[in-house]
């Protein structure tokens, strides 16, 4: 089970339609998925061990190389020194 199944079965996360729903609101919108680099992989094995999950290291590294803002209330993740909302 991967982090995103083990966050929808516990109720930490709902997609309101499902799953299927998001993924086709994702395609229908237009967004860019973004695929993992080896600049993504090689700024995660860089990062401070602040944040233990390792999707969420991943989503970091991604907005460090990507300069990209992550939407997040989770405290660890507003540790590293990028842009963030919430």
Known sequence: ???GDKKLST????F???IENFIET???NEFALLDI???HIK???ELPFIHRDPFDRML???AIVENMTIITVDEDILKYNINYIW
């Open 60 to 62: 970091i590294a991604q």
């Open 11 to 14: 109720g930490k996360l709902e």
């Open 43 to 45: 700024t995660v094995v």
């Open 37 to 39: 680099s080896s600049k």
């Open 1 to 3: 089970m991967g982090t």
């Open 16 to 18: 309101g339609g499902g």
């Open 26 to 28: 994702i395609y229908r």
